[in-house]
């Protein structure tokens, strides 16, 4: 599939775009500046210039999937977090929709189901993380959310624990949750489902057969 990226420049974002072509799919890396498309050009990743809080409706032409991926920041106020996390999100899918996009994987939060229940620091995020998979869930279009544990830069392990809800909170390393958005894009038990995913035991190229 030819898989357009949103975030492609953060910090899960590359690792999914550099997945995705290990998996054989076409990414294409949506990035807000000129600066940042050499990186992924140089290794053969089509890019296209688009801003979640301006205009980046060009982004969706000719793609058949979407990963979002992108967010505010953990150093950013509530008003960013709404901008990004949530209005952003909304609008990635409702151009989604309006072009016909075959499969669209949101990249959540652990507690995004439950935001009353998250740490009080944390519950402006939450609460625009579940309204944007709310309003996913609802779009029509074939959708799959996962919820990532807290995130980690530690190598990857290519090993996890991917249920539909979870009582306790983990850790999980960035490139394992990449890994995780890529393989479930393609895996027709993954449509339309939401999921909790930390680090475990079960090999990620196994999940859900």
């Given at each position: 599939m030819?898989?357009?990226?949103i975030g492609?420049n953060?910090?899960?974002?590359?690792?999914i775009?550099?997945k995705?072509?290990?998996f054989?799919?076409?990414p294409?890396?949506?990035?807000?500046s000129t600066e940042?498309?050499?990186?992924f050009?140089?290794?053969?990743?089509?890019?296209v210039?688009?801003?979640?809080?301006?205009?980046?409706e060009?982004?969706f032409?000719?793609?058949?999937?979407?990963i979002f991926a992108?967010?505010?920041g953990?150093?950013t106020?509530a008003?960013k977090?709404?901008?990004?996390?949530?209005e952003g999100a909304?609008?990635?899918?409702?151009?989604?929709?309006?072009f016909?996009v075959?499969r669209?994987?949101m990249?959540?939060?652990?507690?995004?189901?439950r935001?009353?229940s998250g740490?009080s620091g944390?519950?402006h995020?939450l609460?625009?993380?579940?309204?944007?998979d709310?309003y996913l869930?609802?779009?029509?279009?074939?959708y799959?959310i996962v919820?990532?544990?807290?995130?980690?830069?530690?190598?990857?392990?290519?090993?996890v624990?991917?249920?539909?809800h979870?009582?306790n909170f983990g850790?999980?390393?960035r490139?394992?949750?990449?890994?995780?958005?890529v393989y479930?894009l393609s895996?027709?038990k993954?449509?339309?489902k939401?999921y909790?995913?930390?680090?475990?035991d079960?090999?990620?190229?196994?999940?859900?057969?």
């Open positions: 030819r898989v357009l990226v492609a953060g910090k899960v974002g590359k690792h775009v550099f995705l072509k290990k054989d799919h076409e294409v890396a949506m990035v807000r940042q498309i050499p990186q050009e140089a290794e053969g990743v089509a890019t210039l688009g801003n979640l809080e301006k205009d980046f060009s982004a032409y000719n793609v058949d999937a979407v992108a967010g505010s953990p150093d106020g008003d977090t709404i901008l990004i996390d949530q909304i609008k990635s899918v409702e151009r989604a929709k309006h016909g075959q669209f994987v990249l959540s939060s652990m507690a995004a189901d935001p009353e740490p944390m519950k995020y609460y625009a993380k579940h309204r944007a709310e869930k609802q779009s029509g279009l074939n799959t919820r990532p544990g807290g995130l980690t830069n530690n190598e990857g392990t290519g090993l624990k991917l249920q539909e979870m009582n850790e999980i390393p490139e394992d949750v990449a890994e995780t958005l479930l895996v027709p993954a449509e339309n939401s909790d995913l930390v680090s475990g079960q090999p990620i190229r196994g999940l859900l057969v």
